[in-house]
């Protein structure tokens, strides 16, 4: 079965610093890897995909991820971070029709 | 990216009643949507996938009675919890599948419903 893990329930970084939210899959094939962004109270906003070609992988406002076919992960990434990326971050991996969601991770940004 | 909506953002009920959930695709035909269920600070929970012009295949676990879902238009599913108790009281969050062109299918989710039942 695939799976995704976020092995960080929080990541706290200061404004204007590079973050990191980590993502590791298991998947048996080709994985189809996704981002997401939850706001409180709010649905998911998708921020940006992996299918196959580039392992960087650029998305929504200003996010990037890269997919390491050794490392099985997919970490999401922004070079400098703003107070209003403090958000409830999840990674996601396609099984069939399906995605399947990390734990999520709380990603908070302090000025 | 696509837009799904969801309505209404909110509801409270009383414990007995039924409360129906709409989620509709605005830019987009959906085949395919699902149906969430999140718990505060928790991952979404997949209850339910909906499938146009056919039966919603359910998660294991999920009563298919309690939660009734129609998907009977190409941007429209509903979902509707009968006979709805305080431990019903739940986010529920839709989402739709983007097929577009060149393969780009993606899953784009609605701003969620707030179920509180007294």
């Known amino acids: 079965a695939q799976s995704v893990a976020q092995p960080e329930d929080q990541v706290n970084v200061a404004e204007g610093n590079p973050l990191t939210v980590k993502c590791t899959y298991s998947?048996?094939?080709?994985?189809?890897l996704f981002w997401y962004v939850q706001y409180p109270n709010r649905g998911l906003q998708f921020l940006l995909k992996y299918i196959t070609g580039d392992n960087l992988v650029k998305g929504s406002y200003g996010f990037e991820a890269e997919f390491n076919k050794s490392q099985t992960s997919f970490h999401l990434k922004k070079p400098s971070a703003l107070v209003s990326d403090s958000a409830l971050y999840f990674c996601?991996?396609?099984?069939?029709?399906?995605?399947?969601f990390g734990q999520g991770t709380e990603l908070s940004v302090k000025p | 990216g696509a837009v799904v909506s969801q309505h209404p953002s909110r509801v409270i009920c009383k414990s007995g009643t039924s409360v129906k959930i709409e989620c509709r695709s605005l830019d987009f035909q959906a085949t395919t949507m699902f149906w969430y269920r999140q718990f505060p600070k928790q991952s979404l929970m997949l209850m339910a996938t909906s499938n146009e012009g056919s039966k919603a295949t359910y998660e294991q676990g999920v009563e298919k009675d309690k939660f009734l879902i129609n998907h009977a238009s190409l941007t429209l599913s509903t979902l509707t919890v009968t006979s709805a108790h305080p431990e019903d009281s739940s986010f529920y969050i839709c989402?739709?599948?983007?097929?577009?062109?060149?393969?780009?299918?993606?899953?784009?989710f609605g701003p969620g419903t707030r179920l509180t039942v007294l």
């Open positions: 989402s739709a599948r983007d097929y577009g062109t060149s393969g780009t299918d993606t899953q784009y």
């Open positions: 996601a991996v396609r099984d069939g029709g399906k995605l399947i």
């Open positions: 998947v048996s094939g080709n994985p189809y």
